[in-house]
């Protein structure tokens, strides 16, 4: 269990280029997730996924932005034409059901994006 | 109404005493609840969950959940200098897949 992985750390881009993020989850987690987080505030849902279904997208996912999780394994954001605003914290977490139901979150080191 | 709401701080507390956080939430559905740790530049990390009313220890961590009242808590003993960072309070939504709604933390700084 080497944790959640992200890549890359950080990414300093022009206005108008594209980006895109990956996530490696842990091994035997089944349900992805990815924040966003700005200065001062807590990390805001973007979407979720169990195995390879995209299950939920938050309404803050414009059509710029594009998740996949092709084979249930690692993720990626995509974020197409990057605007000043799109500059944050990009979290990923991964978790597996416990027996009791609960579902623990455990957070990736994240990607921070800077738009120029 | 914010679905999670923290007092920002920053929570000022003398090294030895103990830090109370508190946290009110919106989802009357919601069984489960979590507080996370975030310090400055660096991902939040799990600290306590809890599932039913009343409270949760562990170690110097205690969180008290009251589900009629919708609000949760976190008091930390004997707080440390290590002990500085930000809170955040998050619920499981009842309504969505199994997603966290995070507040916006509170700021807690133990000074020697």
């Known amino acids: 269990d080497t944790g959640v992985s992200q890549d890359p750390r950080h990414k300093i881009t022009k206005r108008g280029q594209n980006v895109t993020f990956r996530c490696d989850p842990i091994s035997e987690h089944n349900r992805l997730y990815w924040y966003r987080q700005t200065l001062g505030q807590g990390p805001e849902f973007l979407t979720y996924?169990?195995?390879?279904?995209?299950?939920?997208k938050s309404r803050l996912l414009s059509d710029r932005f594009s998740a996949e999780r092709p084979k249930g394994s690692f993720s990626t954001l995509e974020i197409q034409r990057t605007e000043q605003g799109d500059s944050a914290m990009y979290l990923c977490?991964?978790?597996?059901?416990?027996?009791?139901?609960?579902?623990?979150?455990?957070f990736g080191a994240g990607s921070r994006l800077t738009v120029l | 109404q914010k679905e999670v709401e923290q007092n920002s701080g920053p929570l000022s507390v003398p090294e030895g005493a103990i830090a109370s956080l508190n946290c009110t939430y919106s989802d009357r559905g919601s069984q489960s609840f979590f507080w996370y740790r975030q310090y400055s530049g660096k991902s939040p990390e799990l600290i306590m969950s809890?599932?039913?009313?009343g409270d949760q220890e562990d170690g110097r961590f205690t969180a008290q959940l009251n589900k009629a009242s919708q609000y949760v808590s976190l008091l930390i003993r004997d707080s440390q200098p290590s002990d500085s960072a930000t809170y955040l309070c998050?619920?499981?939504?009842?309504?969505?897949?199994?997603?966290?709604?995070f507040g916006a933390g509170t700021r807690l700084a133990v000074h020697p």
């Open positions: 809890i599932y039913s009313n």
């Open positions: 996924f169990q195995n390879e279904a995209q299950l939920e």
């Open positions: 998050a619920f499981m939504f009842s309504g969505g897949y199994n997603k966290l709604i």
């Open positions: 977490a991964s978790s597996f059901p416990l027996s009791s139901g609960a579902n623990v979150l455990t």
